[in-house]
């Protein structure tokens, strides 16, 4: 009896998923499973900005260097390694847009007990792409989340402080193009 | 018994039912939600593919199918919703903030609360397969 009751079971199981597959593949807005990629820093930035959320702010370098050496504070670059590893700014995480999901919720779980999160790129939109992603991972209204304008080339320019070499406290893989 | 597995199995029927219509409308979107759990990423495109219609045909086969085959919806609906509450209780208990996806994309982050809804639900899927009347195949 009871055999037969599991053996029903799957039977539904399988046909649904027997269906799931046909109805997948006929349908135009089906899941590809070749070409799918797995979310990552980058993941659902756009669609946070379309549900109305605030849009992150954006400081001059200048300004955005005051908020340097604030423990409440939390720096990301999300440009890539090489350019990280040429020079960033003095204590950010490597976090670029590539990075997996793991990386931006590694980089969430830092933010644990933060107030600010600070992030810059090569210029401005790149980092508001990650910024967003990481403000609706976060899921929290309290954080304040700033990118820096121009991104590492202003801060460059301005003469604010750098530092080269890998992240020393990053705590997390460096993705490599 | 037989009122409270009637209740039982219409209302978890039609939850099942809306649950799949929702995931069916946004399978790339809900492919990305399944991602973000972190549990055999690979899979989620897969799993986005076959779950939606899963959950119609047990939720529709609870509600509508012969005697005969009601229990062993009730049975695949638990397996189902076990196999949702492991992984939304790992990513509560690891910490992760992501979307439930419960109800396709938009379902609100996981919380102990889904958590918990996730085991009465699958308590209310146990009380059909245990109360439902044993009809002969």
Known sequence: MFATLVGRALC??????????????????????TKFAPPNTCGAGA???AAGAAPVEVLPPAVAASLCGDAQTLLADVRSADEFAEGHVTGAIHLPCASSGSAA???VDRLAGRRTLV???????????VAEELRRRAGRPDLHVLVIEGGFAAWSRAGLACSSGPCPECGMPHEHK | MKALALVLRLGLGGLLIVAGALKLRAPVAFATELANYQLLPALAPYVAALLP??????GGALVVAPRAW????ALGALALLAAFTVAVGSAFFRGINIDCGCFGTGGGP???LTLARNVV???AAAAIVAFEDRARA
């Open chain 1, 12 to 33: 539904l199981l399988l046909a649904g998923s027997a269906r799931g597959l046909a109805v997948n593949a006929a349908r135009p807005g089906g899941v590809r499973f």
């Open chain 1, 47 to 49: 669609a946070a900005a």
């Open chain 1, 105 to 107: 919720s590694a980089a």
């Open chain 1, 119 to 129: 992030v810059y790129g090569d210029g401005t939109a790149d980092a508001q792409i």
């Open chain 2, 53 to 58: 219609v899963v959950e119609l045909v047990v």
């Open chain 2, 70 to 73: 009601r229990r062993a919806a």
């Open chain 2, 110 to 112: 996981i919380t102990g």
């Open chain 2, 121 to 123: 639900l699958m308590a």
